[in-house]
């Protein structure tokens, strides 16, 4: 029962793109994967990372929005395939808001 963000990467680094999407990888494996995610629906913070700020935009952050947005059913573990959907949606997103380095 304790929460378990206390050790979220915080380097300038996870603002590159690159970066940022292992991290989305990463994220997206340990804490939406899983037929039933630890705290879903509360397992993306709203800050300190800009990838839970994407998950929030693109609906990836936790297994009700995933399965109400992306038609992935609740309760099942995630296919390598809809892992690699979702990432892709977030780094959209992230290359999206990126105003330079375009
Ligand atoms: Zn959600």
């Known amino acids: 029962m304790s929460p378990t ?3 979220e990467p915080q380097t300038s680094d996870s ?4 970066n940022a999407l ?3 990888r990463d994220f997206v494996k340990r804490r939406l994967a899983p037929a039933e995610p630890r705290n879903d629906g509360k397992q ?8 839970f700020t994407a998950q929030h935009a693109t609906a990836t952050c936790c297994r009700g929005c ?3 947005w992306y038609a992935v ?6 296919t ?3 892992q690699a959907h979702v990432v892709e949606a977030i780094g959209r997103w992230l290359r999206a808001q990126g ?3 375009a």
């Open 22 to 24: 292992e991290h989305a």
């Open 44 to 51: 993306t913070p709203f800050r300190g990372h800009p990838v």
């Open 15 to 18: 603002a590159q793109p690159e």
């Open 66 to 68: 995933l399965a109400k």
């Open 73 to 78: 059913p609740a309760g099942q573990a995630l």
């Open 99 to 101: 105003g330079d380095g």
């Open 80 to 82: 390598a395939a809809e």
């Open 5 to 7: 963000v206390s050790r």
